[in-house]
């Protein structure tokens, strides 16, 4: 694996590997990796022939500076772990190397940027589909993979990549999960062991709202109270959010016939962790006699 | 010359051209083709092997509909000079192609976009700069053809394709001008002949500019208002601006020597005209005695 940090190595480096016939595969992460973005490392190293992963703590995404600096980071671990999934190059770049000085452009995903998580983190969506623009423009992967715990920034990205015509082929993968069910994330280190205990409750309320909807119940609305309700019991839990929305454009829904995802934010203490789930569509209901 | 509408066959094309050894040259027009498109026509022919010239005139960047509906249009003509300037590719999608249902993404390169002409035209640049973006994410050149005489729009796509590291160098070449010093545009074509005869007072007012400066007049303000005062001599000129202002970021200075652009925008009729000339650093005073 190599490890790169400027922008011309990457591109000749690239370069290069295309002229041999491989096809590239991207996967951008933020760092702290988990079993979720590992499952994304497989997938790329199965799917394409080069594979380049980045990592790099996004500033711009970041509303709330505490949020950024207590992000976690362990570049050795990182490293090692990239290493072990046989990435071809970690990129590495210096915040320098993304914003240099006189940067001043955005890409904006107008309505799926103001919603949910862009409600909750004004300006964190432009900061995504600026940086993962950027990424991919420096990486022009065949695929890049993302993980489906950060639903609605999926959805952000693969309308940018449709509406600005990037030639990268969007792949996502299920969340991964513990085995209680709680969704892995690289903020689930920062809750105490009553929080991380607590936390569960978030996969618990999704599994429910699906239970609920197994019997035949198709409100979006009423889903959304069961879901919240399931949610409240937990003393430790406060809700952001909780609400069942269109999967493509997180607009609110009447029923989930068409689809829909259940998806909730819940601060834990000082940490905000999501979550999501999409809704298989209702039983049938019998035809009336 | 192929003339190509849809995205998909514009990509397989390029790809061929690409894997057969060639460099690939862009040069983005609204049609109406004069001289200055010409020359972007001719470098790109010299230094690149395989020229894309796309044509599309792209309703998101005019903030007046008026001025959209009055945008003269000559495909028949476009098209035959294209062919005589040996184009490879003719792109010349239809709105829904470049903007299908459900778009809703924007580049915004923020502080260029809300002065001078985004100022007298909002929402312009980011129109432009999305469309730019699209067709170099398209056509994928090793270069990107663009003329001076939009000079802002020029520092607004040099800024976006540096921010976004986008691959493609863009080159920009010398206003062209009818006999009289008129910088061409599509719209001088919309001018009464005496508006057109009147119109000649922006090149000649932008040289007089140069030539205060070359007496040793160095003060910004004081030039911009030599500029002013020289165009609205012409009864039929009705000015928008006329400024001395920094030739990258288009910001105000307070002198000329480390470079400076003078920029108008003159309305005649109805028809609003721009023109620009890079200033030379004035003559170095003589020092004190």
């Not at 016939?21 to 199965?46: F, Y």
Request: one cysteine or more.
């Amino acid at each position: 694996m190599q490890i790169v940090r400027e922008i011309p190595e990457l591109r000749e480096r690239i370069k290069k590997a295309r002229q041999s016939g491989l096809t590239v595969g991207a996967v951008p992460t933020m760092g702290a990796l988990h079993e979720g973005h590992l499952s994304l490392l497989r997938q790329a190293r199965e799917e394409t022939g080069f594979v380049v992963m980045s990592l790099f703590v996004n500033p711009t995404q970041f509303n709330d500076p505490a949020d950024f600096e207590k992000y976690p980071r362990d570049d050795e671990r990182d490293t090692a772990l990239a290493a072990s999934e046989s990435v071809d190059i970690l990129f590495q770049p210096a915040p320098e190397a993304i914003y240099p000085k006189d940067f001043d452009t955005v890409v904006v995903v107008r309505s799926l940027s103001d919603r949910l998580e862009g409600a909750s983190r004004p300006g964190h969506f432009t900061g995504v589909s600026t940086v993962v623009c950027k990424l991919l423009n420096l990486i022009t992967p065949d695929r890049a993979y993302f993980g489906e715990k950060d639903w609605q920034q999926l959805q952000v990205i693969k309308r940018m990549v449709t509406d600005l015509n990037i030639d990268t082929q969007i792949v996502s993968m299920p969340t991964i999960r513990e085995h209680d069910g709680m969704a892995m994330s690289s903020r689930n280190v920062r809750l105490t062991p009553e929080q991380r205990q607590a936390s569960v409750v978030l996969s618990r309320a999704l599994g429910y709202t699906q239970d609920i909807a197994d019997t035949g119940v198709i409100n979006a609305y009423e889903l959304a109270a069961w879901l919240r309700q399931s949610i409240a019991v937990e003393k430790l839990a406060n809700i952001d959010y909780a609400v069942v929305v269109d999967p493509e454009t997180l607009q609110e829904i009447d029923t989930i016939e068409n689809g829909a995802i259940a998806a909730v934010a819940v601060k834990f203490g000082d940490v905000r962790l999501i979550d999501n789930r999409l809704l298989r569509s209702p039983i049938t209901p019998a035809a009336p006699r």
